[in-house]
């Protein structure tokens, strides 16, 4: 199985700052098959970011991924107040799928 | 509009059974992969279990392995999750969600059923 480990757990930035999510797999992700998620409290998950780097249909051009192997990053490159929320990466490339634990982007 | 609707979920007891459905509307589900992630109260995400199209994939976290049994109707555009042998950390509210293919980000998500397990 692999284990996603996700940093920091808590990121506390201001409207209009830069966001950097870090992702690293304990083996390399199969054909950089990393996705990325937000969640908002009370809402179900929404794709933001598939095969590392591709932004899903809808996602703001702020949105952006990167990494291959075992590192990934996800960066928000100026937060808006909608954008404060939970990020998940997950694989997708082997069996079982796995999530990391979660990095949540608060108002500081 | 492309929505997935779940249900079945409630309280049960230990040891108890319980089947979860999800509805596909808008799409077809038929064409596409379809997966079960839970999420304990307060807690992240756990992807449970996932199915291909044609059923010919199929897999399932190893902490449900034996327990849980998806499967899928194509005609009746619905997803299913029967699990046996429920335990009280099996406790989360319970999404479907929608893949392109089986090697697939999770496009669109349900709105998840809640399932507690407790005496």
């Known amino acids: 199985e692999i284990v996603l480990t996700q940093s920091p757990g808590t990121l506390s930035l201001s409207p209009g700052e830069r966001a950097t999510l870090s992702c690293r797999a304990s083996q390399s992700v199969r054909s950089n098959y990393l996705a990325w998620y937000q969640q908002k409290p009370g809402q179900a998950p929404r794709l933001l970011i598939y095969?590392?780097?591709t932004r899903a249909t809808g996602i703001p051009d702020r949105f952006s991924g990167s990494g291959s192997g075992t590192d990934f990053t996800l960066t928000i490159s100026r937060l808006e107040p909608e954008d404060f929320a939970v990020y998940y990466c997950q694989q997708y490339g082997s069996s079982p799928r796995t999530f990391g634990g979660g990095t949540k982007v608060e108002i500081k | 509009e492309v929505q997935l609707v779940e249900s079945g979920g409630g309280l049960v007891q230990p040891g108890r059974s319980l089947r979860l459905s999800c509805a596909a509307s808008?799409?077809?589900?038929?064409?596409?992969?379809m997966h079960w992630v839970r999420q304990a109260p307060g807690k992240g995400l756990e992807w449970v279990s996932g199915i291909s199209w044609n059923s010919g994939d199929i897999g399932y976290a190893d902490s449900v392995k034996g327990r849980f049994t998806i499967s899928r109707d194509n005609a009746k555009n619905s997803l299913y999750l029967q699990m046996n042998s429920l335990r009280t950390d099996d406790t989360a509210l319970y999404y479907c969600?929608?893949?392109?293919?089986?090697?697939?980000?999770?496009?669109?998500w349900g709105q998840g059923t809640m399932v507690t397990v407790s005496s």
């Open positions: 969600a929608k893949a392109p293919q089986w090697l697939g980000g999770f496009d669109i």
């Open positions: 095969g590392a780097s």
């Open positions: 808008g799409f077809n589900l038929g064409g596409y992969t």
